[in-house]
């Protein structure tokens, strides 16, 4: 097993697919020669040449439109878009055609593209460059929408993504990129779409997280443990914002009887409260507390000096968990 971090092991799974399959093709800004802005694409335009890895224009609708016709006609485009800001001239086409084309063909014909990108904060970048666009994408019909969280997932997931009929949107946490590695297998596996984690069983509290937060409800796990709080938590990684695992979500809360959400992103309309209206619809008699989100706040990602601000601590996460364990 080789021991990777989140960008080695996209880069092994992208590797892997392309030269599994002739038909993937991988493009975006940089996504070529230089291998990205994060080289998470770094050598595979000098394996698979530039027919198959190419840089493209600065232009968010040409990429995610050409994926779409690229589709049709029988490839199977992974296209990158450099930052998560600048995916929204490139929204027009995700969400009118490539969402679409399942339905509007009365489900003869899917398209299998995945759309990449680095998403949230945390790098002390510039503005349209921190952006947590889960709940945005997560509400589109037609669209499934991944997030892993340690590199293991991250290449299972991505397979799964690339092989699948239809349009996967992969949302890469940039914060931890590089921040650890993890033993990921060398050969092809997949972990499938629509699957959540359970990491740690617990009876006392459900705690949701993803990306890189889950990280963070262990740091605050971590601190529980250090006050000398006995709680048992059960800590469950989404993965997949679209569709959602209701299945473990539910099953897991009828047994804890207390639900808490972590997010990065905003507050209102976020995936949390998604998963606390999936809680109060189907697990209600078993609740023993009032379900629980942790999230940003209702304002645009702050600039470098303020960014730390708008970022949930672990302290804060340790809080939340508390009060609803000893409600």
Request: charged share 25%; no cysteine; aromatic share 8%.
């Amino acid at each position: 097993m080789a021991v990777l971090n989140l960008v080695q092991a996209i880069n092994q799974a992208l590797d892997q697919k392309m030269e599994d399959d002739s038909r993937v093709v991988v493009f975006g800004e940089d996504s070529g020669f230089e291998g990205g802005v994060f080289r998470v694409t770094a050598g595979l335009q000098k394996k698979y040449g530039e027919d198959r890895v190419f840089d493209t224009p600065i232009a968010e609708a040409a990429i995610t439109g050409s994926a779409i016709g690229m589709a049709i006609n029988g490839l199977v485009p992974v296209a990158e878009i450099q930052f998560d800001g600048f995916v929204f001239p490139g929204i027009t086409e995700i969400i009118t055609h490539m969402a679409r084309y399942r339905n509007r063909s009365r489900g003869r014909y899917g398209l299998p593209i995945v759309v990449r990108f680095p998403v949230g904060g945390g790098i002390r970048a510039l503005e349209h460059h921190s952006e947590s666009l889960e709940a945005l994408f997560g509400q589109i019909p037609g669209l499934k929408v991944v997030m892993p969280s340690t590199p293991y997932d991250a290449k299972g997931l991505l397979i799964s993504a690339i092989e699948d009929q239809d349009p996967v949107i992969f949302m890469e946490p940039k914060r931890i990129y590089r921040s650890g590695k993890q033993e990921v297998p060398e050969e092809m596996y997949r972990i499938p779409i629509g699957k959540a984690k359970v990491i740690k069983e617990g009876s006392d509290v459900t705690v949701v997280a993803w990306g890189p937060f889950v990280r963070e409800v262990e740091k605050a796990m971590e601190l529980l443990k250090a006050q000398g709080e006995n709680i048992d938590i059960e800590l469950i990684d989404l993965r997949t914002i679209s569709p959602i695992d209701e299945e473990t979500i539910i099953n897991s809360v009828k047994k804890t009887g207390r639900f808490v959400v972590v997010q990065e992103a905003v507050k209102s309309y976020g995936p949390g409260a998604e998963l606390i209206a999936l809680v109060n619809e189907k697990a209600f008699l078993h609740l023993e507390a009032q379900p629980t989100r942790v999230t940003g706040f209702d304002v645009t990602v702050p600039l470098p000096r303020g960014e730390h601000f708008f970022f949930i601590q672990p302290e804060r996460i340790a809080a939340e968990i508390k009060k609803v364990a000893k409600f």
